[in-house]
């Protein structure tokens, strides 16, 4: 089984830290780990106009990350409330 690199952006690690809750930062914690095995896991939705930038929903708030398949990495770029998820890229 390949399993793949899974890097945070520092931004990323802030966003995280400053969750609401535990409970939430748990979950998304979880969610980020299980990305090593499965990068598009059925829940993961393509972002529209972009090659390989993807988003998993948590609640109202969005795991945004990035896949390179011919390295075996995915970048987790923002971890964000739905509102402030996809400005800026």
């Known amino acids: 089984m390949v399993s793949y690199s899974v890097k945070i952006k520092n931004s990323a690690q802030k966003e995280i830290r400053k969750l ?15 990305l090593y095995i499965n990068p598009v896991p ?36 923002r971890v964000r409330h739905r509102k402030d998820a996809y400005r800026g890229y």
């Open 42 to 77: 059925d829940e993961a939705k393509k972002i529209k106009g972009s090659n390989n930038i993807y988003r998993i929903r948590q609640g109202t708030y969005r795991i945004v990350y990035q896949i390179y398949k011919n390295e075996l990495l995915v970048i987790v770029i």
């Open 20 to 34: 609401p809750s535990k409970e939430l930062r748990d979950k998304i914690i979880e969610i980020i780990d299980d």
